[in-house]
């Protein structure tokens, strides 16, 4: 099971990497239903300007037109990153049964972190939960990324500043 | 304030009666900026065969496209029903500052019934949320929509039992 869970992460890791090359923060989905990859998303927030870009919300909408069927009853879903609050909701919304998550999300994750919503008695539906598949490389993408913002960002803040030194009259 | 109120209510319940019409649970919502509604949106999700067809959702697609920003930071969302754990989520990811909801739903709502999403302090983002606008009008509809589904499921099942009655070999 767990060969198969590392298998279909890999896929989801694809997906966060055409995030990554966007500039987007890295995070990717896939869908399997009957060991078939029904839907795929990607990150895509800033680029589309959209908060519904996220990578499993993407995913869900294409799973549901595959199956044509808002119950995504015999699908996985699988995340490199925790699902937050708005796509956590959405897979139980959607009935998922499975999800398996890469690495968790301490400061905003539902999915155990702040919230458990996809584990949740008082709702219709509770899921099935493996995490820490290909965990380090999940978590790696999401590092990196967020070191080389924090360099973009700060040589972008010094170009600004020598401009400005540079060019002391703009300032009047 | 409260007449404001009252006037896009009114107009989240023009947007319910569309879903009424299509057989659909009757929930509408309007987002407005300015003074003006940016997105409207009712429950297809029987329709469209899809989870993400929730009011709340299309109307949050449809206001983002129209300010061109996944922020929605100067805007208030107007909603029949209190928001389910995906659509309130979506809310806070959407940096929606207002919310105004006609009836609670205290089996799966989540802006106080269930969970308070809206309002956790543990996200970076919280809702000021104004309760009961119009309240007895949305849930009117809603309850009239559940009697009359009452009322045809069980015609629909006592004229499956006259047919199989009349043709006693079809159970053969």
Redesign the interface.
């Known amino acids: 099971m767990m060969e198969l869970h590392e298998k279909y992460m890999r896929e989801a890791l694809r997906q966060a990497r055409k995030a990554y090359a966007l500039g987007e923060v890295p995070i990717g989905c896939v869908i399997v239903c009957g060991g078939k990859i029904i839907g795929r998303g990607y990150n895509r ?2 680029t ?7 990578a499993e ?1 993407t995913a ?2 294409k799973a ?2 595959h199956v ?5 009853e015999d699908c996985t879903l699988y995340v490199t990153l925790e699902p ?7 897979i ?3 009935r998922i049964p499975e999800v398996v998550i890469g690495c968790m999300n301490p400061k ?1 994750g ?1 999915a155990g972190s ?2 458990n ?1 996809l584990q ?1 008695p ?3 539906h509770q899921v099935n939960v493996t995490k820490g598949v290909l965990e380090e490389a999940c978590s790696d993408m999401l590092t990196t990324f967020f070191k080389e913002l924090r360099v973009r960002n700060k040589l972008e803040k010094e170009m600004k500043k020598h401009e400005e030194t540079d060019n002391p009259s703009q300032n009047a």
Chains 1, 2 share one sequence.
């Open positions: 927030r800033n589309d300007k959209n908060t519904l870009s996220h919300i869900i909408n549901s037109k044509g069927d808002w119950r995504l937050c609050q708005m796509c956590s909701g959405a139980v919304q959607a905003a539902c702040i919230l919503i949740m008082e709702f219709n």
